[in-house]
């Protein structure tokens, strides 16, 4: 019953949002660049790339002892400080890390050693707080406020508050992380998949319009444990951004025998968004979601595997999420761009090439013409499954691609939308899965009418 009633909920709610008339934004310009909510950039805008900015490298979503993760918060933010990062966010279970918490060594605990063995080696006996209660051995955990005293640095290293909001819908995981928060947000309950994720960033919202701080939310690992359909995604209007390319190992980014990459996902949500639900764009995260500090390999959830690259002039929460509500960022496994720009109705990407490393730029797009007709998936029993559907037209093609290090794509007018993904030769060092190379995803453009 629930399968028959998202199939008839989503014809039903897109014939509804077709008959809404759209305001179309207007610019002197020939081209522009659709933003979530009210954020509009003019080609202008765009090229400028808001002058004298440059890009930040952050991890935002990460795990310490303050819930799931093997290692101490501090000494987390110090391996991600050393390796070039500029911020991050310890995203935590519905918690904070605030208050006074104390752990065991044992659940910090590596095959290759102990963290606190390292913790000691790092940071000394005066920095680490140890105590004996009923003859066990306790560690306290650092606040996220001391931490910031540890690392912090103006203009070099950052802390992003943020939080994970860990619900699920029936057997629907639905984790979205919260930044730039300043108290925890509880999980609320909802009665779909659509309305707990909408019902939750919400809350984000509102606890942003009472800070006066710039908040974004994100959907994380669309297909962990069970695939949430791009269907929800598209037409859950808070979904600004999810996770493209999460680093754990169990997230299952390239889809499976019933539903599709999160990269499908992406681009099937985009062509239902611009194509029928003339809402806006959905952009694309790599992230970590880092939980094991010690060993490292493949099936481990280490840190390195993914990052945001913020173009920004501060080294702010503000300012970098700021320039993320504007898709002024690109996400990474590894690839560097030099710059992102729209000129002359073109996407032009600029790759910061590393020497004997080929590259290959794909263009990604969704024609307005194609068609968005779908049917559900059936079991083996004929049985309608509650994944993203089936659709008739060629969603996500590659419409061009280029080998040069300044890649172009000539707009033609026909798209809904245009993305570009640069894989490179090198092989990335610790993947998501073995034989993954590195790789950068460009945020969605839509051309606008000459």
């Known amino acids: 019953m629930q399968v028959t009633r998202f199939v008839f909920t989503f014809q039903k709610e897109v014939a509804m949002r077709r008959k809404i008339v759209v305001p179309i934004v207007v610019v002197v310009l020939s081209l522009a660049i659709y933003l979530p909510g009210n954020f509009t ?4 805008e765009k090229n400028a790339g808001a002058v004298g900015a440059i890009y930040w490298k952050g991890n935002l979503h990460t795990h310490s002892l303050w819930s799931d993760g093997n290692d101490y918060p501090d000494m ?13 966010a310890l995203t935590e279970h519905n918690l904070l890390a605030e208050g006074d918490k104390w752990t065991t060594p044992k659940k910090a605990e590596g095959n290759k050693g102990k963290a606190l063995e390292k913790y000691m080696n790092r940071f000394g006996p005066t920095w680490v707080e140890k105590k004996m209660v009923d003859g066990k051995e306790l560690v306290r955990l650092k606040t996220l406020e001391e931490c910031k005293k540890l690392h912090e640095e103006q203009g070099k290293f950052l802390f992003v508050p943020a939080e994970e909001i860990t619900h699920k819908f029936a057997k ?23 309305e707990t994720m909408t019902v939750n960033l919400r809350n984000l919202e509102e606890q942003s319009k009472k800070s006066g701080n710039v908040t974004l939310g994100f959907l994380n690992h669309p297909n962990f444990q069970q695939s949430i359909p791009a269907e929800d995604i598209a037409m859950c209007s808070e979904i600004r951004f999810f996770e493209v390319h999460n680093g754990h190992s169990g997230v299952r980014n390239y889809g499976g025998d019933t539903f599709p990459s999160c990269e499908k996902l992406w681009d099937v ?27 490292i390999g493949l099936g481990k959830t280490n840190p390195g ?59 990604i797009v969704t024609y307005a013409d194609t068609s968005l007709d779908s049917t559900p998936v059936l079991d083996n029993d004929g049985k309608a499954v509650m994944v993203t559907r089936n659709y008739a037209g060629k969603i996500g093609v590659v419409a061009k691609d280029s080998t040069e290090t300044t890649a172009k794509y000539k707009f033609t007018g026909r798209e809904l939308y245009v993305r570009a993904k640069v894989v490179s030769s ?4 610790n993947p998501y899965q073995k034989g993954d ?14």
């Open 305 to 363: 595997r993914g990052w945001v690259m913020v173009r920004s002039k501060q080294l702010n929460a503000d300012s970098l999420l700021q320039a993320m509500h504007k898709g002024d960022f690109y996400s990474s496994t590894g690839v560097v761009l030099e710059d992102v720009a729209v000129s002359d109705g073109e996407l032009i990407v600029k790759i910061k090439a590393e020497d004997g490393v080929s590259y290959r730029t794909e263009f």
């Open 41 to 44: 950039l003019s080609q202008g």
């Open 172 to 194: 629907f995981p639905i984790h979205m992380n919260a930044l730039n928060v300043n108290k925890a947000i509880k999980p609320v309950d909802g009665e779909g998949i659509r």
């Open 76 to 88: 987390i933010a110090d391996w991600y400080k050393t390796h070039g990062y500029q911020f991050l």
């Open 426 to 429: 090198k092989l990335h060092p």
């Open 269 to 295: 949500a985009l062509a239902l968004r611009l194509g029928k639900l003339k809402m806006p764009l959905v952009y694309g995260l790599a992230t970590d979601d880092s939980h094991e500090y010690h060993d």
């Open 437 to 450: 190379f590195e790789t950068a995803w460009v945020q969605p453009v839509v051309p606008a009418s000459k």
